[in-house]
């Protein structure tokens, strides 16, 4: 049975630190893993999809790798600002059919 | 930008009663899913719908849950007999294929009291 963990579960830091976040899976057969924010009380914001043929991912100050056979993956988030305070979730597909396994989450405070 | 909108945004209702929950997904988008999010606990996956069926469902979706597509834009999910535990924030969420990035909607909070 597939696990997502997700450690640490909250983090802060000072702004202008990179953030790393670490989210690691117990099966490696997984089809994509997809990075979300979460702001309190809201919905999930996609961040970035990594398909299992990939390694990494890119977006603006986002990047996110792919370990299959480590059942790793790491969301750098660079030069961090208050508004990127949220909760960090990660997602795997483990097949075709577009089901997402969640970890708990992430929760990031960037203080000024 | 498109987006997947959900109504409405907060349900309160009383233990035993039917509640139908509403998502217009993206237009161009061909998969279709319910998820759930008990207050402090993870997203949990309910349902996948395509084509007009259900493709894959998990443990949580018994009996007393179902879905529909009753036109080209809407995607609901009903809960027949709602129970203290279905409490929970609902979200909606489409892709353009099973395997490709999930767009989620804002989420409906369901109170059953």
């Known amino acids: 049975k597939q696990e997502v963990t997700q450690i640490p579960a909250a983090l802060s830091v000072p702004e202008g630190e990179n953030l790393v976040l670490n989210c690691s899976f117990t099966?490696?057969?997984?089809?994509?893993l997809q990075w979300f924010r979460q702001d309190p009380g809201k919905g999930l914001t996609s961040l970035l999809l990594?398909?299992?043929?990939?390694r990494e991912q890119t977006s603006g100050r986002l990047n996110a790798s792919l370990d299959k056979s480590s059942g790793r993956s790491t969301l750098y988030i660079a030069a961090s600002q208050p508004g990127d305070s949220a909760t960090y979730l990660c997602?795997?597909?483990?097949?075709?059919?577009?089901?997402?396994?969640f970890g708990a989450g992430t929760q990031v405070v960037v203080t000024p | 930008e498109p987006e997947v909108t959900q109504t409405p945004s907060h349900q309160v209702t009383q233990m035993g009663q039917e509640v139908i929950l509403r998502c217009v997904p993206i237009?161009?988008?061909?998969?279709f899913y319910w998820y759930r999010q008990i207050l402090g606990q993870k997203v949990e996956f309910l349902v996948s719908f395509y084509n007009n069926e259900i493709s894959e469902k998990s443990e949580i979706f018994d009996d007393q849950f179902s879905v529909e597509r009753p036109d080209g834009s809407n995607f609901t999910l009903k809960i027949r007999s709602t129970k203290l535990e279905d409490s929970a924030m609902y979200f909606c969420a489409s892709s353009v294929a099973g395997a490709y990035e999930q767009y989620f909607g804002p989420g409906t909070r369901l109170t059953v009291t």
């Open positions: 099966d490696s057969a997984i089809y994509n």
């Open positions: 990594i398909q299992s043929s990939q």
């Open positions: 997602a795997v597909g483990p097949d075709s059919w577009g089901k997402l396994q």
């Open positions: 237009s161009n988008h061909l998969y």
